[in-house]
């Protein structure tokens, strides 16, 4: 039999060994800003075309490399900083491995011009596929500029997986951002297609985040600063009242490194425990210096993930100095934010006879002949719902939306019973809706049920929507790339009763919104929007509504330890009732358990 086994060409491993670096434009945007940090730079451009498609190419004004280095650089495993295998665990570069520049010469043109600063030429590389095509001496500004043109040119099937543009540029902004943000003391440009997106002064790091999410968001963070034996902590942290029903802005440093580690975000949302409600999320920016002997970040080929010999310390000291920076800024927490899961209930005094409780309710109180006066039947707030549900009024006078209007707007489930009132109803820790029905003990949570009854109302008025002009237009500013999204989903905000317009390139004037929205709540709205729709990538347009309803719904709904009055719950149960599929919220929780006679002693 004869030999089958070849070694690959170096061509043909390079493509392969791209794969595991280079998977999208984002990731080579990374490698190629990480390499000008590691020259020492202190001005970085970063020019991109066509969402990184056709060039990606950054500029850097530091160290420059000789004639000789500018071409061994695309080898593999050709690195200038390290030497041997201990120098592993002494590393303050971004990388170490030697092998970005030669994945993306495998699967790119490349064309590189660099000049150290005591020499008064430079030197032009022109690389496509792994195969130098030329080198000659130029005129060029001292450092190095690096243009990767047409990536996966020659990896169709690579190319094909990419996203589309708005999807692709959002990941290379990203990959920005978590270099731009805790390397603040460079000074940064960022263009697209021709357009300036970003550019930022060196400073300090709240400066930074100023410049990159607007002045007005240093207003939302309190500052963080521990130092301890094993680790620096310096950054900031969201004030609990930000906290997002996403994971928005949550960066986590070590050594000036972006770095993924489940156990330290863990740490900080930890410290929020009992300051937010659950499924909400703080936004942090946090910069933890360790030696760098007690990391190993060569466990994953990216560096976004890294290990650390005293990670239970980590842990703890994390978790502690947030804990710290959101006390010692004014919050009385224990005393304020009374988990409401863990009521504890003190013993009676002594001689003490408990009344029975009374639930005061009008049994002629019918729903579904009744709705606020101008058919809408969810309100945020319960002080705004009170006036909605009055009882006396909805006794007294015939209601503006007859049961028989209301059914050509939500049609009526099996369940609910025209003109049988809905029983009484008692609220349990705020958060559960407690009635009986012919089947048993019936248990609504009451945001999950008011999601639902807010999102199917919603998606029925689609295009009827009533916008209500706001005296003080309210301004949201968005990243670049963000606000192009932004832009592409004006039109369906616009459907569900907002009027937006744009002032420069990253602000939106919002001058009118559904009734029901607060001014001060819009931007977390659409931050919200924003990151479902770029987590979900829809494109077909009914997904696109949906997603919109959903984010609304889930922002406005009736939150969880809301204080109910009795008829506000009735409402909410009949409304619920009239939903299509009333047993879950829009987002897929349950709303309702209905716990039948014979099961409730067993
Ligand atoms: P690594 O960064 O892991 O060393 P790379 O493939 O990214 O590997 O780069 C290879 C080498 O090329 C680097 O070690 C460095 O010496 C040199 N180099 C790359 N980019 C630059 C740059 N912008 N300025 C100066 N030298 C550079
Ligand atoms: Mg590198």
């Excluded at 990253?506 to 919200?528: G, M, N, Y």
């Excluded at 347009?541 to 309803?549: A, M, T």
Aim: charged fraction near 20%; aromatic fraction near 8%.
């Amino acid at each position: 039999m004869p030999d089958i086994i070849n070694i690959l060409p170096d061509s043909v491993a390079n493509q392969i060994a791209a794969g595991e670096v280079v998977d999208r434009p984002a990731s080579a945007v990374k490698e190629l800003l990480e390499n000008a940090l590691d020259a020492g730079a202190t001005k970085i451009q970063l020019i991109v075309k066509d969402a990184g498609r056709t060039l990606i190419q950054v500029i850097d004004n530091g160290c420059g490399m000789s004639d000789s280095d500018a071409r061994l650089c695309f080898e593999r495993h050709a690195t200038s900083k390290i030497h041997k295998a201990d120098d592993l665990f002494a590393i303050h570069t971004m990388g170490f491995r030697g092998e970005a520049l030669a994945s993306i010469a495998a699967i790119a043109q490349v064309e590189l011009r660099s000049k150290m600063h005591d020499n008064d030429l430079g030197t032009q590389v022109i690389i496509e596929g792994s195969d130098i095509k030329s080198q000659s001496s130029c005129s060029c500004p001292n450092g190095t500029s690096i243009a990767v043109k047409n990536l996966f040119y020659n990896v169709p099937a690579r190319r094909n997986f990419l996203k589309k543009d708005s999807i692709e540029l959002s990941h290379i902004e990203e990959i920005f951002k978590r270099v731009a943000l805790i390397n603040y003391t460079i000074d940064y440009t960022f263009y697209h297609n021709g357009k300036l997106l970003y550019d930022l002064h060196g400073g300090n790091f709240a400066e930074r985040i100023a410049q990159m999410y607007g002045q007005n968001y240093r207003e939302r963070l309190y500052p963080v600063d521990e130092s301890t034996d094993v680790v620096n902590v310096h950054g900031y942290v969201s004030k609990p009242e930000y906290a997002r029903k996403s994971r928005g802005e949550q960066y986590l440093f070590v050594n000036h490194r972006f770095i993924k580690h489940p156990a330290l975000n863990a740490a900080v949302e930890k410290a929020y425990t009992d300051l937010i409600p659950d499924h909400y999320y703080p936004s942090y920016f946090l910069h933890l210096e360790v030696d760098p002997s007690r990391i190993d970040i060569n466990i994953h080929p990216t560096k976004t993930e890294v290990k650390f010999i005293d990670e239970s310390a980590l842990f703890t000291i994390l978790r502690a100095a947030t804990k710290r920076a959101l006390g010692q800024f004014g919050l009385a927490t224990e005393l304020e934010f009374n988990p409401i899961q863990e009521v504890d209930f003190p013993p009676a005094p002594k001689g003490y006879v408990p009344k029975q409780p009374q639930v005061h309710y009008n049994p002629a109180y019918n729903p579904f002949k009744s709705t606020s006066k101008d058919g809408d039947f969810g309100r945020t707030k319960g002080s705004q719902w009170t006036s909605f549900f009055d009882l006396k009024e909805a006794n007294n006078e015939p209601a503006a939306t007859t049961h028989e209007e209301r059914q050509t707007l939500i049609p009526q489930a099996e369940t609910a019973q025209p003109g049988t009132s809905v029983q009484p109803c008692l609220q349990l820790m705020g958060s559960y809706i407690v009635s009986t029905m012919p089947s048993g003990l019936l248990v609504i949570d009451q945001q999950a049920a008011h999601e639902r009854v807010v999102y199917d109302r919603l998606m029925s008025t689609e295009g009827k929507a009533v916008a209500q002009q706001l005296l003080f237009p309210v301004n949201c500013q968005f990243s670049p790339a963000d606000a192009d999204i932004f832009s592409e989903l004006i039109p369906d905000l616009e459907k569900q009763g907002f009027v937006i317009g744009t002032i420069g390139q990253t602000t939106f004037v919002v001058s009118a919104t559904p009734a029901e929205i607060k001014d001060s709540e819009l931007q977390s709205l659409f931050d919200q929007i924003l990151t479902e729709y770029k987590g979900t990538m829809m494109q077909k347009f009914s997904d696109r509504r949906q997603c919109l309803c959903r984010s609304m719904a889930r922002q406005m709904a009736v939150k969880a330890g809301t204080p109910l009055e009795q008829a506000e719950m009735q409402q909410l149960v009949a409304d619920l009732f009239c939903c299509p599929v009333p047993h879950v919220s829009p987002s897929g929780k349950k709303t309702m358990a209905i716990i039948p006679p014979n099961k409730l002693i067993v």
